[in-house]
């Protein structure tokens, strides 16, 4: 029984992205039908169309359906919120507005020279 459940799912998950592989085998199947009575180009022999209009149209329609069962989707899908910020709230007191004073800062920075002594390299032997 538990198998039976697998090979359902495997083929309810799989079979839609097979679908337009399905309508592109309906087109190389049905080629002479599609060229001779579906085709918006029979009238014009000389374009060399074999019924590709007609199969682009098929396949633009199964992708719009797609997009919009993806976004029908994606919009019904429910909002689990899992973790939750506490309330916090502020208050703003009127009141004339004073000025700081202006802080003034002096930095007096010390240069330092490293002993020339360090930067020689050892003798080499």
Known sequence: MRTVIVYIWLITTVLPTFSQWGTIAYYQINKE?????LCENRD???LHCNGKCYLAKKLKEQQEKQDKQTSELVQNIPVLQLFASPIVSY???SGPFQQSPVLTFSYHLATYQA???ILVPPPCV
């Open 33 to 37: 039908y599609i060229t001779r009575v």
């Open 115 to 117: 002993p020339l002594s």
């Open 44 to 46: 014009k022999p000389q």
């Open 91 to 93: 208050e703003f007191l």
